[in-house]
T-cell receptor
Framework: ETGVTQTPRHLVMGMTNKKSLKCEQH?????MYWYKQSAKKPLELMFV???????ENNSVPSRFSPECPNSSHLFLHLHTLQPEDSALYLC?????????????FGPGTRLTVL | AQSVAQPEDQVNVAEGNPLTVKCTYS??????LFWYVQYPNRGLQFLLK??????LVKGSYGFEAEFNKSQTSFHLKKPSALVSDSALYFC???????????????FGKGTKLSVIP
């Protein structure tokens, strides 16, 4: 209902698996974001794409690999994850990356790493 | 550097009473301030923002927030709480002087609001 969809909603994977999270926005926005939400911790910004260009990578381990093929789609490729990577992964979009723009969030993917 | 603090992990209020969720911030320049709400198993929903202008900002669902520069605060308020307002509330800040190429929006840890019937 926010115009940002995420699939899958739930994902359980082993540490040796490779999986991908998908985000799609139907708002005509040009900036997209990946956040990690862990219990008892503030939201952590992982990656930012503005007009399909990656503009921010907040020291995220290389086992997380983003991809933004166009302004409407954003992927997060996962491989050889650790149990501490279990969290809610949120995608967001905004009109562009300007400071005053509010972000619209998807429902998130609940990831469990066994 | 920019930071935001939500000093209360949980706020309980009786239905029909006014509610306040506190937020203080720190930035080197001028702040852009936001409030978001998160219901269980959902993403964050934008409630309101302060960019410039009137210190009292009105947002969705009857919420409002007051920007106080001297106290570096941006408290969220509602005159009469509803049970359906029970959720997790996040304050966020971005420094307007963060410079081109920096897109960091810093969130607080969140405050759980429980409205008691």
């Amino acid at each position: 209902e926010t115009g940002v969809t995420q699939t899958p909603r739930h994902l359980v994977m082993g540490m040796t698996n490779k999986k991908s999270l998908k985000c799609e926005q139907h708002l005509g926005h040009n900036a997209m974001y990946w956040y990690k939400q862990s219990a008892k911790k503030p939201l952590e910004l992982m990656f930012v794409y503005n007009f399909k260009e990656q503009t921010e990578n907040n020291s995220v381990p290389s086992r997380f690999s983003p991809e933004c093929p166009n302004s409407s789609h954003l992927f997060l490729h996962l491989h050889t994850l650790q149990p501490e990577d279990s969290a809610l992964y949120l995608c967001a979009s905004s009109q562009d990356g300007a400071s005053g723009r509010e972000q619209f969030f998807g429902p998130g993917t609940r990831l469990t790493v066994l | 550097a920019q930071s935001v603090a939500q000093p209360e992990d949980q706020v309980n209020v009786a239905e029909g009473n006014p509610l306040t969720v506190k937020c203080t911030y720190s930035v080197s320049g001028n702040p852009y301030l936001f409030w978001y709400v998160q219901y269980p198993n959902r993403g964050l929903q934008f409630l309101l923002k302060y960019i410039t202008g009137d210190n009292l900002v009105k947002g969705s669902y009857g919420f409002e927030a007051e920007f106080n520069k001297s106290q570096t605060s941006f408290h969220l308020k509602k005159p009469s709480a509803l049970v359906s307002d029970s959720a997790l509330y996040f304050c966020a800040v971005r420094d307007s002087d963060s410079g081109a190429g920096s897109y960091q929006l810093t969130f607080g840890k969140g405050t759980k609001l429980s409205v008691i019937p």
